[in-house]
């Protein structure tokens, strides 16, 4: 069974513009999770989503959005990018997204805003 | 909410030494324990997990945890490391409690650099 994959694996972007980054779960599992990872604030939840509507929402500005589609593939978007936004973005699918629910993660997409 | 606090950010042991990696965790209800590791320019890999059952939980690669009810802990230990175990070691929280406001969101801690030298 093919793990989660997540498209691109690098991106480099300027302050002011905007970048969308996608999540193709794990075939079956129906929550899909983002998490932003960086040196300075370790790993933070952004949001979860399961069977295309958003169920949990971290503490992130209005700039970042999110999707899932009905194949349960997942897109986030952040807008308006500034350097602080350079991180390490993690996607994790799960089953059912309960709290027990093993989450299963992607190799993540690594952002460079200059 | 939930909040994980790894005491140490580095640990660095040599080949066949034990270590512990330490986890302490407060939450205001209920909980399920995860330790994942991530290897450089990867994401994160389950390691172990705690649901219920039996406080001690191992993994196949030798790596055990400890869930300490009384004081809220999760420690990861290992009694001989070996030189591919150098990585980074999360110990991440997330809610038993049915509630939609929290359900499948997992808490995790700054993380510790474990490096194992020859």
């Not at chain 1, 513009?17 to 370790?42: A, D, E, K, M, N």
């Not at chain 2, 939930?2 to 909980?31: G, K, W």
Request: proline share 4%; charged share 15%.
């Amino acid at each position: 069974k093919a793990g989660v994959t997540q498209t691109p694996r690098y991106l480099i972007k300027t302050r002011g513009q905007q970048v969308t980054l996608s999540c193709s779960p794990i075939s079956g599992h129906r929550s899909v999770s983002w998490y932003q990872q960086t040196p300075g604030q370790g790993l933070q939840f952004l949001f979860e989503y399961f069977s295309e509507t958003q169920r949990n929402k971290g503490n992130f500005p209005g700039r970042f959005s999110g999707r899932q589609f009905s194949n349960s593939r997942s897109e986030m978007n952040v807008s308006t990018l500034e350097l602080g936004d350079s991180a390490l973005y993690l996607c994790a699918s799960s089953l059912i997204g309960s709290g027990g629910n093993e989450q299963f993660f992607g190799p993540g997409t690594r952002l460079t805003v200059l | 909410a939930q909040s994980v606090t790894q005491l140490d950010s580095q640990v660095p042991v040599f080949e066949e030494a034990p270590v512990e990696l330490r986890c302490n965790y407060s939450s205001s209800v209920s909980v399920y324990l995860f330790w994942y590791v991530q290897y450089p320019n990867q994401g994160l890999q389950l390691l172990l997990k705690y649901l219920s059952g039996s406080t001690l939980v191992e993994s196949i690669n030798g790596f055990e945890a400890e869930f300490n009810k009384s004081q809220t802990s999760f420690h990861l230990r290992k009694p001989s490391v070996h030189i591919s175990d150098t990585a980074e070691y999360f110990c991440a929280v997330s809610s038993s409690a049915d509630r939609g406001s929290t359900l499948g969101r997992l808490y995790f801690g700054r993380g510790t650099q474990l490096t194992v030298w020859p």
